[in-house]
């Protein structure tokens, strides 16, 4: 089980050894973004299989970033770790802010999966050599304000900043407050609030800061990092009293900071109106995009009800009010139940009452996460098979447990081929999966009838059925 820690400036090294070689070249791969916005993403993280893995809490859901390979990564079994730690917990295995150059593995790994691609979370991404230039027809807006920012202040000059530049940051911040343009808008405050915190760590060895100056006067600024061979632009600050310092700022920052990189990533504009037309005027070679992976399950796309099946002597259906009394005495037989494997009254979280057991099953298939069906024989309930635990990618678990009074009869056998078949050839699986315990010689006879042994641990025999 995948263990997280939060994301502090204090571990954010470990977070650079992955992010100074990451070429997915969007913001969120890089330690500005997550310390930056961390009251919003909530990041945590751990390193499993060789690779950085993120998980975000954005509005109450637990998103994941895709894994970030070290030398020797392995981002399949990341994903793997990610997709079991969902199951375990319960949670949808969401991986969002996934690059393009990652869409195409996500894509044959999840047979059915929801993506999307928001406009206003694209970064701008644009030619390091076009904003160090300028060059060209489409950049004559840009040279002629740096042309009549030079003419003005001929004497203002870009220099870096570091830990030892924190009162001239303070000062401009000053400055900078006196004509904020949007200080009655609450979002742009915030903003600017993190902006400040984020320059207080100019000089740490993972960020980039450089300044404009008018004699001694810091007039505009800029923090960002480098990753692969993109320069990640996190912030960028100027004095509007200083007409086309902004352009003159990013030209300086590029010419400055540019070299080995072949991208410049000025990131997303969050829907404002007024960054989207500055951000679009300087030409950008991509907006690039975000995809988020909502991988669904085969419950989802194929069964809207549980179905009736039969086999020779069993009718297996959708649990019914009728069966709450035989259904609460087959859940609450601990003797029988030591080999069930799942602590169904421990489960609940609360106090157990006559509906518990069977509004959970009901609620399982109502979210499809599960499909429980009762084993009828004679239209009695004398047990019951569940399909759950479906990892997105084509498998599912199927357990089954007969009452004690009907063991022995290969009734177990019965409903578990049938409810198998019917998961392979209906629900379109193209796995089944099963375990016992070892000391169930039972369990293990009725699955070696009707699955392929798969493996082995300390605990369980698995098992597996394909197509």
């Not at 200083?242 to 030209?251: E, K, S």
Request: net charge neutral; with cysteine; hydrophobic share 35%.
């Amino acid at each position: 089980m995948l263990q997280f820690q939060s994301v502090t400036k204090q571990n954010a090294a470990k977070l650079r050894k992955y992010y100074e070689r990451c070429n997915y070249g969007l913001c969120e791969y890089s330690v500005g973004t997550k310390l930056m916005w961390r009251s919003t993403l909530h990041p945590t993280w751990t390193e499993a299989a060789g690779c950085l893995i993120v998980r975000n809490c954005i509005d109450g859901q637990v998103v994941f970033d895709y894994p970030v390979p070290g030398p020797e990564g392995n981002e399949d079994a990341a994903l793997d770790l990610i997709e079991n730690y969902c199951l375990e917990e319960g949670i949808p295995p969401v991986i969002s802010v996934v690059p393009e150059c990652k869409a195409g593995r996500l894509l044959s790994r999840y047979p059915y999966v929801h993506v999307s691609d928001v406009r206003t979370w694209r970064d701008y991404v644009y030619y390091r050599e076009d904003l160090q230039l300028f060059a060209g027809r489409r950049y004559s807006g840009q040279r002629n304000h740096i042309n009549k920012f030079r003419s003005k202040w001929p004497d203002a000059q870009f220099r870096p900043l570091g830990k030892d530049d924190q009162t001239i940051i303070e000062a401009f911040w000053q400055d900078y407050e006196a004509e904020f343009p949007k200080g009655d808008n609450a979002k742009a405050r915030d903003e600017l609030k993190l902006a400040q915190k984020m320059l207080a760590m100019a000089g740490k060895p993972w960020f980039l800061a450089g300044g404009m100056f008018d004699g001694d006067k810091l007039i505009a600024l800029s923090l960002a990092e480098k990753c692969g061979e993109t320069l990640i632009i996190h912030i960028e600050k100027a004095l509007y009293s200083y007409t086309g310092v902004y352009p003159t700022l990013v030209q300086a920052f590029a010419d400055a900071f540019g070299d080995g990189c072949q991208w410049i990533n000025r990131e997303d504009d969050a829907a404002d109106r007024g960054l989207r037309t500055s951000k679009l005027q300087y030409g950008p070679a991509k907006l690039a995009p975000k995809y988020r992976f909502e991988p669904q399950n085969e419950l989802l796309t194929h069964v809207k009800a549980i179905p009736e099946l039969k086999t020779e002597r069993l009718t297996l259906s959708a649990l019914t009010e009728a069966d709450i009394p035989a259904y609460n005495a087959l859940v609450l037989d601990d003797e029988r139940n030591r080999w069930w494997g799942y602590d169904d009254v421990g489960g609940l979280g609360g106090p157990v009452t006559e509906r518990s057991f069977f509004d959970v099953a009901n609620r399982d298939f109502e979210n499809r996460q599960a499909a429980n069906f009762a084993v009828r024989l004679d239209g009695k309930l004398i047990g019951e098979a569940v399909l759950y635990r479906f990892d997105c990618r084509g498998g599912a678990e199927l357990g089954c447990r007969i009452d004690k009074a009907y063991a022995g009869f290969g009734y177990g056998t019965e409903a578990f081929t049938a409810v198998a078949e019917w998961a392979l050839y209906k629900v379109h699986l193209s796995r089944v999966v099963a375990k016992c315990f070892k000391e169930n010689q039972a369990s293990y006879k009725m699955l070696s009838s009707c699955m392929r042994k798969k493996g082995e641990d300390e605990t369980f025999f698995y098992f597996e059925k394909v197509v």
